[in-house]
């Protein structure tokens, strides 16, 4: 199984910045997309921003402009560093990994446990 430890969320002011680490863990052979979802009290879990093997990166439109995310893939690690924070980024924030096993034919969709991330107004 593939695991994935998140950290990074915490309290902030509006307009302060935070940044979101997810390591993935296990029989990895190659990750093919890694991306931050967010899921506030009453809604949808939504996509924030994704990024695939070469670099191809996509962000929700509410996000684009404030949040980048990257990754380390010799850390098998994605980051997404959110900057101009408003109230409404309020939300849980999960890491989602899409994997190829060692084994043949394997493929792996994880998610972290959720991290919390408040913005203050």
């Known amino acids: 199984q593939v695991q994935l430890v998140e950290s990074g969320g915490g309290l902030v002011q509006a307009g302060g910045s935070l940044r979101l680490s997810c390591t993935a863990s296990?029989?990895?052979?190659?990750?093919?997309?890694m991306a931050w979802y967010r899921q506030a009290p009453g809604n949808e879990r939504e996509l924030v921003a994704a990024i695939s093997r070469g670099d191809t990166t996509d962000y929700a439109n509410s996000v684009k402009g404030r949040f980048t995310i990257s990754t380390d893939i010799a850390k098998n690690t994605v980051y997404l560093q959110m900057n101009s924070l408003k109230p409404e980024d309020t939300a849980v924030y999960y890491c989602?990994?899409?994997?190829?096993?060692?084994?043949?034919?394997?493929?792996?969709?994880?998610w972290g446990q959720g991290t919390q991330v408040t913005v203050s107004s």
């Open positions: 296990g029989p990895i052979f190659s990750i093919n997309t």
């Open positions: 989602n990994v899409v994997a190829s096993g060692r084994v043949r034919m394997t493929m792996y969709d994880s």
